[in-house]
C-alpha cells in the first residue's frame, strides 16, 4: 500500500472527461521474418510472464473518503489481464489516417479507475497500408499519467523490450502473487492521519531547499549575461490556448536523427534546440497562415527529469521543467535557432530551482482537489494569459531496434495529454536513428493537425537551407579576409 505523490494527485484531479490525464505510444511492429504472424493468445502469454516485473501492471489506484488526504495504490486482488489487452482489426480500405482514427477511438475515453490504469490495443489489418512490410501491427500502449512520467514509462518499457527477435528467458516471481483484499475506509482514513504527521517536518525541507535553490540561481542570474526565462501566465494568447475538447487529433513527422545532429555540430547548441527551434517555425507558418501570429514569441513548457539514479524503478512523477521562448517573433530561420539557443541556456538554470512535484506537497489534498475543479468548471483559463502555450516534451530512446515478443519496432510516436488552456502537446522521440514528432490537440484547436506536423519538416528544411547560407558567408568572408592578409 503506497500513497501517491502529490503531483500523481493533482493528475487524477485536473481529470475529468474533456481531458483525460493518461499518456501513451503508438508502436508499428513488423516481424524479421516476414511469414511471421501476429498471434494474440502468444502476446497475452508473454504479457503473462512479465506482470511481476514491474508494479503497474497489477495495481489499481483507491481514494480517500471526503478526499481526506491522497489517494493510495494497492495490488488489485480482481486483476484479470483481459480487461487490459485487446484486439481489433482495422477496416478496409486501411490507411494510416483509418488507423490514426481508430487508435483515437481507444485514446480519448477517461480510464476505469477500478482497475490499474493501463491498456495496450493491438491494431492488426494494415497490410494494404503503403510502405509498411507483410505482417505489421500496431499496439496502442497507454498508461495514466498519475502512474508514470517519460522516464519511469521507459523502464516499464524495458520490462517487455527485448535487443533482438530472439525473446528473452523470463524467471517466474521468488514468490506467487498474493494480493490483499482492499482496504477499508477506515484503514485509508487511518494511513492518510499518519501521513499528515510527517507533513509538517517535509514541509519545511521543501521550504528550505526551495530557499537554498532560489538564492543559487539568483547568484547564477547575476553572474551570467544569460536571459531570464519567461515568467508563467505571461505568454502570448492564442487559438491554441481555448478549452480543449474530448476529440483528440494526432499528426507526426518522421525525421533523420542524422539531419538534426548535422545542425547541431554546426551550430554548437543540442539537440533539443534544434528541435525547440523547428517547432517554432512549424507554429509560426501555422499561425501565420491563420493570421493569429502574435507579436510576442510563443512559450514553451518542457519538462525536464528530476529522477535521481536511488529513485530508478519506482514510478510515478519526477519532474521538473523549464520555460523556453521560441523565438516565433523571428522571421530568419538561423536567428531563430541562435535565440532558442541562447533561451534554453537561461532556462536551464532556472530549472533547477524546486521541483514540480515538490511545490505541489505544499498544497493540501482536498484544498487542491477543489481548486483544479472549480478552475476547470468555470472556465478561468479564459480569464488570464495562458501559463504558456504549448508543451514540447524530448524522450531520449535507444540508438538501436528494439523488439517485443519477436517482432521489431518499426516506428514509435508519442501521444500527449491536454490542459485546461494548453492545447497543444508535442512529443519527440529518438529511436534507432529517427526522430519521431508527434502532436497531440483537439478537433476544436486543430482540426488540420496533420497539415501542421507537415510544416515541422518544412521548418527542418528552411534551416538547413538557411545554414547553408550562413556557411557560405561565412567562407567568403574568410577567404576575403586571407586575400587581404596576403596583400598586406
Known amino acids: 500500500m503506497q500513497q501517491l505523490s502529490a503531483l500523481d494527485t493533482w493528475f487524477l484531479h485536473l481529470e475529468n472527461n474533456r481531458m483525460p490525464m493518461h499518456v501513451g505510444s503508438l508502436f508499428i511492429f513488423a516481424p524479421d521474418a516476414p ?6 493468445d502468444e502476446f497475452k ?19 480517500v473518503p471526503l478526499n481526506l488526504g491522497r489517494p493510495f495504490w494497492v495490488e488489485d486482488p480482481f486483476f484479470n489481464l483481459d480487461n487490459h489487452m485487446l484486439h481489433v482489426a482495422l477496416p478496409k480500405p486501411a490507411s494510416i489516417r ?3 482514427n481508430l487508435a483515437s ?18 491494431i492488426t489489418g494494415l497490410d494494404d497500408i503503403e510502405g509498411l ?21 521507459a523502464e516499464i518499457m524495458a520490462t517487455i523490450l527485448d535487443f533482438s527477435s530472439q525473446v528473452s528467458s523470463i524467471a517466474p516471481p521468488k514468490e506467487a502473487w498474493n494480493p490483499k483484499p482492499l482496504p477499508s475506509y477506515r484503514e485509508l482514513i487511518g494511513k492518510s492521519y499518519t501521513g499528515t504527521t510527517e507533513a509538517p517536518g517535509k514541509i519545511f525541507n521543501i521550504l528550505k531547499s526551495t530557499a537554498t535553490n532560489a538564492l543559487e540561481v539568483a547568484w547564477e542570474s547575476i553572474n551570467s549575461s544569460l536571459p531570464t526565462p519567461p515568467m508563467v501566465m505571461t505568454a502570448p494568447k492564442t487559438i491554441l490556448n481555448k478549452p480543449v475538447t474530448p476529440d483528440k487529433t494526432f499528426g507526426a ?8 545532429k548535422k545542425i547541431k555540430d554546426a551550430v554548437g547548441c543540442k539537440v533539443n534546440d534544434v528541435v525547440l527551434a523547428i517547432c517554432g517555425a512549424a507554429l509560426r507558418k501555422y499561425l501565420l497562415e491563420k493570421e493569429e501570429l502574435p507579436e510576442k514569441p510563443l512559450v514553451a513548457m518542457a519538462p525536464i527529469s528530476v529522477r535521481s539514479e536511488a529513485e530508478n524503478g519506482t514510478m510515478g512523477n519526477r519532474i521538473s521543467g523549464m520555460l523556453v521562448a521560441l523565438g516565433t517573433d523571428i522571421e530568419d530561420p538561423y536567428e531563430r535557432l541562435l535565440k532558442v539557443y541562447e533561451n534554453t541556456q537561461g532556462a536551464k538554470n532556472f530549472s533547477k530551482a524546486t521541483p514540480v512535484d515538490q511545490i505541489v506537497e505544499l498544497i493540501p489534498t482536498e484544498v487542491g482537489a477543489m481548486a483544479t475543479r472549480f478552475y ?21 530512446g535507444p540508438p538501436i531496434p528494439l523488439y517485443m515478443n519477436g517482432f521489431r519496432i518499426l516506428n514509435q510516436y508519442g501521444l500527449g495529454v491536454l490542459f485546461e488552456g494548453i492545447g497543444l502537446m508535442i512529443v519527440v522521440f529518438s529511436y534507432a536513428g529517427t526522430l519521431s514528432i508527434c502532436a497531440t490537440s483537439c478537433g476544436s484547436i486543430m482540426p488540420d493537425i496533420g497539415h501542421f506536423a507537415k510544416m515541422i519538416r518544412e521548418g527542418l528544411h528552411e534551416l538547413e537551407a538557411r545554414l547553408e547560407e550562413v556557411q557560405r558567408e561565412e567562407t567568403f568572408f574568410k577567404k576575403l579576409e586571407e586575400k ?4 598586406g
Request: glycine share 4%.
Open 35 to 40: 511469414e511471421k504472424a501476429f498471434d494474440f
Open 45 to 63: 502469454s508473454f504479457m503473462q510472464q512479465r506482470l511481476h516485473l514491474s508494479p503497474v501492471f497489477r495495481r489499481r489506484m483507491v481514494e
Open 98 to 100: 483509418a488507423l490514426v
Open 105 to 122: 477511438q481507444f485514446y480519448n475515453p477517461t480510464m476505469d479507475r477500478t482497475r490499474p490504469m493501463w491498456k495496450m490495443v493491438f
Open 133 to 153: 512490410p507483410p505482417n505489421a501491427f500496431a499496439a496502442l500502449m497507454i498508461a495514466h499519467h498519475a502512474n508514470i512520467d517519460g522516464m519511469s514509462g
Open 253 to 260: 513527422v518522421d525525421i533523420p536523427l542524422k539531419e538534426i
Open 376 to 396: 476547470t468548471q468555470m472556465g478561468l483559463s479564459n480569464l488570464h494569459r495562458p501559463f504558456f502555450n504549448v508543451i514540447i516534451t524530448n524522450v531520449p
Open 484 to 487: 587581404h592578409a596576403a596583400k
